[in-house]
């Protein structure tokens, strides 16, 4: 795996837990509001396995658990394995993940090696091409919702919401596609030099705008936040 950034400790990034951060290079979407732009062209400079394994091996004292991020870390054939050296260590793992391979998450999910999902909806259904800048199977997309929402595993949607490619319309749009399922997370763009696009090209909400969103839309899950 081409892991490209390490967090040593994160308070907020695994709900209730205190993890450490790995971020693989490379993903398949290219969301212009995406704020991990060198993850995304795959720059950087790899972190040796057999390093992260030493850290993990002196430091799973102080931590509940190890978060896989990215980029998108599904597009790696190594993430199985590298999540049960994980697990042999004693550690939970969280995956954050776009969905667009669902038979790796089906096979982490049926084989009970992974103990909690965080998956990117990124727009409504039929507004996925505008926002990703790339042609996606929603077909996929779908399966991996369905798959998280049936299964007895932790996990949360998250939406990151700019003004410019998603609209209010649009996180009620996906609210309802995404109705009854556990915890949906609302995450307000932040700008910054890293962002794909370029800074200044995206404008966050205001605190105002979505709690308003929030309130309309509370009852559809068991549990919503905006980030």
Known sequence: MNILGHEKTSFIDYPGKICTMYFVGGCNLKCGYCHNKDLVENKGVPILQSHIFEFLKKRKK??????ISGGEPTLYEELYDF????????????LDTNGTNPSILRKLIDENIVDYIAMDVKAPMKKYH????????VDKIKESINLLTTSNMDYEFRTT???????????LEIANELKGSNRYII?????RDTVLEGKNKFTSYNKEELECIKEEIKDYFNEIKIR
């Not at 505008?130 to 199977?137: I, K």
């Not at 995450?187 to 700008?191: S, V």
């Open 62 to 67: 102080y931590i509940d658990g190890v978060c």
């Open 83 to 94: 999540i049960v050296y994980i697990k042999k260590e004693g550690l939970l793992v969280k």
């Open 187 to 191: 995450q307000n763009f932040r700008d």
């Open 130 to 137: 505008s926002v990703t800048n790339v042609v996606v199977n």
């Open 161 to 171: 919401v700019c003004k410019e490619l998603v609209s209010r319309e649009d996180i």
